[in-house]
């Protein structure tokens, strides 16, 4: 897969640098801040480095910035200011952005049916056209360069008489070296070492057995709570949560929570538990829980310095789905609080105050393959493993209230 990204991407980002140095020289220091801003997301590293270090990038790296470079360059500029000679429409840099994830992500594929492989070629050469057309004048040798032409012409044929592109290939000599010798070396402590090696490997080994057959299930039964923030009793927490509104440590979004966190519980015990008159219990509020498919939802004002506030994808019950405007069933929604609720003589609730986002527009309600949203004033505290699993969402920059579901993190 080095071919592609360190490969032809790497000559995708080279090529737009180029570009929106020529169209106007601040755009590639916007797009630096902007990748700053990326929210986090569980198991996606930030990019920290500057477009401007490119020759210093690993093939992890090019791999991030695949997954948002279409939010990036999306509304980065809008007219031909400078009256630039073969100026390049922003829509046109975003949908080349897209189109490149497409073919990417659809040449990790395990299988290839004739179907799927016939549509692989015409996104391929759909994405190659709209590169040619933006980036041909950015390049000394006019894109006649080795990869793009094995890329375009010869990959199709490969993949019919050899099979998958993440098959056995010259990198697997390199990736069968680091995981199964080199990091295993460097794990033990040089006594014994083969036999230290075996054992690793075979503990790896069992361990990706059971989280295959744990992937197989998909629950989403929560594990556990970690980092207790809050803790009161329901008599005293209209009180409790007024004066945690007024702490200026507290981020927007929890006070938000616990400003609608007591109108909610009153309309789950009455609506979804149908119990009444519980006088008494503890609630305790959380910043972290795990599910057991091994998410993690995150709800703190700061994780290493910054507000995290999870994002998540909720199943609309079957009944329901024909009444709300969804994404195939999916409907989505952001973190404010997470709480434990102990009642006497009762198991203990495990519950998430939800906001929910909804289309941004009735019609066109997707850009470049991904659900564009706004977050909407309507609220519900649900039981945490009815959440399918989390989400990177991004703010669209430079517009109110639209957000971009990232498809392109798998």
Same mark, same amino acid.
């Given at each position: 897969m080095h071919h592609l990204d360190l490969g032809l991407f790497h000559y995708q980002i080279e090529f737009t640098q180029a570009l929106l140095q020529k169209q106007d020289s601040s755009l590639v220091n916007?797009?630096?801040?902007?990748?700053?801003?990326?929210?986090?997301?569980q198991k996606f590293q930030m990019f920290t480095n500057r477009l401007q270090s490119i020759s210093r990038m690993t093939a992890k790296e090019y791999r991030i910035l695949m997954k948002v470079m279409v939010s990036v360059v999306d509304n980065l500029y809008k007219e031909n200011e400078n009256n630039v000679e073969n100026f390049v429409e922003n829509k046109k840099l975003s949908e080349v952005y897209a189109k490149w994830n497409k073919i990417y992500m659809m040449s990790r594929s395990e299988i290839? /049916?004739?179907?799927?492989?016939?549509? $692989?070629?015409?996104? /391929?050469?759909?994405?190659?056209?709209? $590169?040619?057309?933006?980036?041909?004048?950015?390049?000394?040798?006019?894109?006649?360069?080795?990869?793009?032409h094995l890329w375009i012409y010869h990959i199709f044929k490969s993949i019919c008489q050899f099979g998958i592109i993440n098959g056995y290939t010259t990198e697997t000599y390199e990736s069968l070296y680091k995981d199964f010798i080199k990091i295993p070396y460097r794990i033990n402590n040089k006594k014994n070492v083969e036999e230290q090696i075996m054992k690793t490997l075979k503990r790896q080994d069992i361990i990706n057995v059971i989280n295959k057959k744990q992937k197989k299930k998909k629950p989403t039964k929560l594990l556990n709570f970690s980092s207790k923030l809050f803790e009161t009793k329901l008599t005293e927490a209209n009180i409790y949560f007024c004066e945690k509104m007024n702490d200026p440590n507290i981020n927007d979004n929890m006070i938000k929570g616990f400003n609608q966190f007591l109108e909610w519980f009153d309309d789950f015990l009455d609506n979804i538990l149908e119990v009444k008159n519980i006088k008494e219990c503890d609630i305790i509020i959380y910043g972290t829980a795990t599910l057991e498919n091994r998410s993690i939802i995150r709800v703190k004002n700061k994780f290493h310095d910054k507000p995290w506030f999870s994002n998540v994808a909720i199943s609309m019950d079957s009944n329901e789905s024909s009444d709300y405007q969804s994404d195939e069933g999916l409907c989505y929604g952001k973190i404010l609080l997470m709480a434990k609720i102990e009642i006497e003589e009762k198991p203990p609730l495990n519950l998430a105050l939800v906001q929910w986002y909804d289309f941004k527009f009735e019609k066109n309600s997707y850009l470049y393959n991904c659900p564009l949203l706004k977050l909407v004033e309507l609220y519900n505290l649900l039981p945490i493993e009815t959440i399918?699993?989390?989400?990177?969402?991004?703010?669209?920059?430079?517009?109110?209230?639209?957000?971009?579901?990232n498809k392109y993190i798998s």
């Open positions: 916007k797009i630096d801040n902007r990748l700053s801003k990326i929210p986090r997301f290839f /049916t004739e179907s799927d492989l016939e549509n $692989f070629r015409k996104d /391929t050469f759909e994405w190659a056209k709209l $590169f040619v057309e933006i980036f041909k004048p950015y390049s000394c040798s006019k894109l006649k360069f080795l990869k793009f399918d699993n989390i989400l990177h969402i991004i703010l669209r920059f430079d517009e109110d209230n639209e957000y971009f579901v």
